[in-house]
């Protein structure tokens, strides 16, 4: 396992500043954000341009890609043209895990296992795995749950998200069944009460989860994905992520 950052912490930038922050704090790898509403890089601008994309998302500040995080707007067909233009990039870059969200909550199960199931097949041509990121007010929000879809889709993983199995409907619930689905991870601090809380001051144990991921051979990211806070030094909370997670792998 090694530790990386989400270019999510800095959301509000552009990418290239995004990655110069991370760089100075000294990351070396680097999760890219690749969101419709977003201010780095877009679905659109992906498939509108596939080369230039390649060309940007090469340009790290010495930052190395290892997972793209992808949340399109459009309907479909575009929907799917824009994931294998995502996933085409991928491929151009050497980054294995691409992160979608799941289906809202109250969605047919069906509909979302055919969904699940094309950008399976579409990410399969790429050599790409997709992760499901397990997420709150999702179908993934129920661990048993996001494991079901993952029995029902073969070849799909899960993008471990474990805030919100502390934070959500399902705080203190056990997640261990997930562990074996896991294909990429995404790190904050959390309470019971706030999704995100500086570190070290929620619950979240990262060595007994690191000591989970290890027992299913995982030897991906820890991908560090810290929102701004309030009053709070926004680096320092990221230096100091990057040091407690470093210390444990």
Known sequence: MFVA????????????????????LEYSAVEIQIFES?????????????DQSVQICRQTQRLTP?????????PEPDYYRQFA???????????VAVTVPAAE????????IERLRQ????????GVVVGLRTETGKMTQDPD????????VKGLNLTLDPSHYIFGPHQGAPFDRVMDYVCHVQLRDTSKEKLQVRVGQGEIEYGRLISQLGRVHYD?????????????????????MRLLLESLT
Not at 105 to 112: D, H, Q, R, S, V
């Open 38 to 50: 977003g201010n780095q890089l877009r679905p659109s601008q992906v498939l509108a341009d596939l």
């Open 105 to 112: 909550l109250g969605t047919p199960f069906n509909a979302e």
């Open 66 to 74: 290892v997972a793209y995080h992808v949340d399109i707007e459009a």
């Open 220 to 240: 991906r990211a820890l991908s560090v994905d810290v929102a701004a806070l309030p009053d709070i030094d926004h680096n320092a909370e990221l230096r100091k």
């Open 119 to 126: 950008l399976v097949a579409i990410a399969s041509v790429e």
């Open 145 to 152: 749950t996001a494991v079901v879809l993952c029995d029902n």
């Open 85 to 95: 233009a995502c996933c085409k990039l991928a491929k151009a870059t050497k980054v």
């Open 5 to 24: 950052a989400s270019t999510s912490c800095f959301w509000e930038l552009p990418l290239n500043a995004a990655l110069e922050r991370l760089a100075e």
